[in-house]
């Protein structure tokens, strides 16, 4: 309830996109509005989805310790963090984006999104998250901050949008707000 009542500075757009989707009543769409507001909303969230995304991709074992030990190494060890890393995984559990396996290890669920207003969304929840003035087209689509979901963000797709601005920047295109 919080990340849909508070005002979240910079939000307001995103929380736009968010209703629409919501609205739509198509599951995935759902899950990725939740999903954006929490990590607008909340940055344990965000760095804990950040740390799980990257361990996916590199295959490595998904564990309590293991994000637990990132987590620390990014905000120190601090008790507070210790509840809250629990909290935020059994929430990650919760919402459908990890899966309990055996030897205490998870596994990403996946969800395809196919709107695109959820494009619109992800791409400003990651041009509102990272600390840069651009996001590369290729960043878009490989964040790991996002790793529950499928998703193929096309140059068309965000010129539609007109939320965007395209350039080239070192031989790459790149999408800021």
Not at 108 to 119: A, D, L, M, P, R
Not at 133 to 160: G, H, M, Q, W
């Amino acid at each position: 309830m919080n990340i849909w009542a508070r005002d979240i500075e910079g939000a307001e757009k995103a929380k736009e996109f968010a209703v629409e989707l919501f609205e739509s009543k198509i599951k995935e769409n759902m899950l990725l509005a939740h999903w954006c507001l929490m990590i607008l909303a909340y940055p344990v969230f965000a760095d804990i989805c950040c740390t799980v995304g990257k361990m996916d991709r590199k295959m490595y074992a998904i564990t309590n310790k293991e994000i637990r030990n990132k987590m620390f190494d990014l905000w120190g060890e601090r008790s507070t963090l210790y509840h809250s890393i629990e909290k935020n995984i059994r929430t990650l559990k919760d919402i459908g984006a990890l899966e309990s396996l055996p030897e205490n290890k998870f596994g990403v669920v996946k969800h395809k999104i196919e709107s695109e207003k959820g494009f619109s969304l992800i791409t400003y929840t990651l041009t509102s998250t990272l600390d840069k003035l651009y996001v590369s087209i290729a960043e878009l689509n490989n964040s790991p901050l996002f790793f529950p979901f499928e998703y193929d963000i096309s140059v068309s797709s965000l010129e539609k949008s007109n939320l965007f601005k395209l350039d080239k920047f070192g031989g790459e295109l790149v999408v800021s707000r």
